[in-house]
């Protein structure tokens, strides 16, 4: 390793230990780090266990679907996730002396470290076929190597592929369209009644041709000869793929991909973001309404709106029998339009001014209060989640879903309800955690890990309203008891915003120049999602 790779890993290192280590973060980050991996730690362990244990027969069927299920957690969970771990800002890179093979393999370094997951399990799985009597003990170990190697390189060209795809503009919908919909192809050939597709899908994994049933012949020492060659091939390919697609990124221009597209367009555009002016004074008619352009033209939150009503209607499909309504009474969707609020919430509500980067200042220059401008962001935020209702009853009647007046007046009010705590904890959190965030980057989160372990605890909280109207209406069996109830939890959601409004006006009035200084932090060369 150069000193040139070491320096850059070093920064990183040194930039990661920063956040660590701020009041509460280092206790906070150990606490989630120590949860998520130890209980990927365990699947490991119960791989190797179950390796070491099963006879040569057992794993010559099971360990191809161990390899198959690890390398599509590795190429597709940061995608289906958009959280995609540490990655170069090779823009900044650029500047630097650096040759383009020293930045692939850094990029290969922390792509490494996005799939510590899957690492632990081959890891358990390795010293479990080790420690087989029945599997040859030398094989193991360069047929899982070689297999590691596969998916880094194919990880790392998968991803420089899709950042170009997702910078160009209306080309990012149809590739995110197209990801969501792979990714919840099983459930829906399951839930359709074609588990035979499914099935016959899942028999490939047996054939030697593919890299994972390759890799699994040559660690139990059967059929070697074809195995090897198709598992260097497969690596070597991926390896020319990684690097071509990663120099290609290098020489992307993603500012001139941006700003390709028509303008024939701009005419209704303007007369659509227009309607503030309709209801609302200036300057809060002017703020609504820059805020709306900002989110409609941010790819981040596209991406996430996209998924809402897509992914969203995909992925509850299956799990709500068809758009049946589950225990309790809970429509379809009701439990899609909170999926698509949760997505929403992390781009529209719990970092409000991340988009809005170091011009967050203009709020505190301008006579305008700055309490208008987050009472603006909330009134945008809330029109693209009634947005969002509105397509996801769209998809609902195009699925032929069974809708009736009242589980329509459910999603609507349940969602509502639901947006008033969101709100109040937003506005709290986007004043208290704020966090800059390149609209540009089409995944990642957009707002700050220890929040995210904030939210995991106060979450079941923000539910609990509405989960006690459920359980009031299904104990009871009273739809005037359920609507009661909801009534009650939107007047104390609706003290609760205005009591969380004004305590961040309050904070943000008093500890602006932390504020702005959050706001104005520079990633550096690495961008962390």
Request: charge should be positive; proline fraction near 5%; hydrophobic fraction near 55%.
């Amino acid at each position: 390793m150069s000193s040139r790779v070491r320096a850059i890993l070093g920064a990183q290192w040194r930039c990661t230990w920063h956040l660590l280590t701020r009041p509460g973060g280092r206790v906070l980050a150990g606490i989630l780090w120590l949860f998520w991996y130890g209980l990927w730690a365990s699947v490991g362990v119960a791989a190797g266990i179950y390796t070491a244990l099963a006879s040569r027969a057992d794993l010559a069927v099971v360990l191809p679907a161990i390899l198959m299920g690890t390398f599509l957690f590795w190429q597709l969970a940061p995608i289906l996730t958009t959280d995609a771990g540490a990655s170069l800002n090779v823009r900044k890179l650029q500047l630097y002396p650096i040759p383009d093979g020293e930045l692939f393999v850094v990029e290969l370094l922390l792509r490494l470290i996005t799939a510590l997951e899957m690492l632990l399990v081959l890891a358990g799985t390795l010293i479990g076929l080790v420690a087989n009597p029945d599997v040859p003990g030398w094989l193991p170990a360069p047929a899982l190597l070689l297999f590691v190697a596969f998916n880094l390189f194919l990880s790392a060209g998968l991803r420089s592929l899709l950042e170009r795809l997702l910078a160009i503009r209306r080309v990012r919908e149809i590739v995110v369209f197209a990801m969501v919909t792979c990714g919840a192809l099983p459930q829906l050939l399951a839930a359709t009644g074609r588990g035979g597709h499914l099935l016959r899908l899942l028999s490939f994994r047996q054939s030697v041709f593919v890299p994972w049933a390759a890799a699994s012949r040559l660690a139990l020492g059967s059929q070697t000869i074809p195995a090897l060659p198709i598992l260097c091939a497969a690596t070597v390919a991926a390896y020319v793929f990684g690097r071509l697609q990663f120099r290609r990124s290098l020489r992307f221009d993603a500012a001139a991909a941006r700003s390709t597209g028509s303008s024939g367009s701009a005419a209704w555009a303007d007369r659509l973001y227009a309607w503030p002016a309709a209801l609302f004074s200036d300057p809060l008619a002017a703020l609504v309404e820059k805020e709306l352009r900002t989110l409609a033209r941010s790819p981040r939150f596209r991406v996430v709106f996209l998924m809402g009503f897509s992914f969203g209607a995909i992925i509850w499909w299956p799990l709500m029998h068809g758009g049946h309504s589950g225990p309790g009474g809970l429509s379809y969707p009701v439990v899609v339009s909170g999926y698509a609020m949760i997505l929403l919430a992390e781009v529209a509500f719990w970092n409000q001014f991340g988009f809005d980067r170091s011009a967050a200042q203009l709020y505190f220059s301008t006579p305008a209060p700055f309490a208008l401008a987050l009472r603006a962001k909330n009134v945008a935020g809330m029109t693209f989640v009634g947005l969002e209702i509105a397509l996801i009853l769209l998809v609902c009647t195009v699925l032929r879903v069974p809708l009736s007046l009242a589980s329509i007046a459910q999603a609507i009010l349940v969602t509502l309800v639901f947006s008033l705590y969101f709100l109040s904890v937003g506005n709290v959190s986007s004043v208290y955690q704020p966090r800059p965030v390149n609209p540009e980057h089409s995944w990642g989160r957009s707002s700050a890990g220890r929040f995210q372990l904030y939210m995991l605890l106060l979450f079941p909280a923000i539910a609990a309203p509405v989960a006690l109207a459920y359980l009031a209406a299904w104990f009871l069996e009273s739809r005037a008891v359920f609507y009661g109830i909801l009534a009650l939890d939107a007047l104390v959601g609706t003290a609760c915003y205005h009591y969380a409004t004004r305590a961040a006006v309050a904070a943000a009035e008093k500890r602006t120049e932390e504020f702005l200084a959050a706001l104005s932090q520079d990633g550096g060369p690495f961008v962390v999602e």
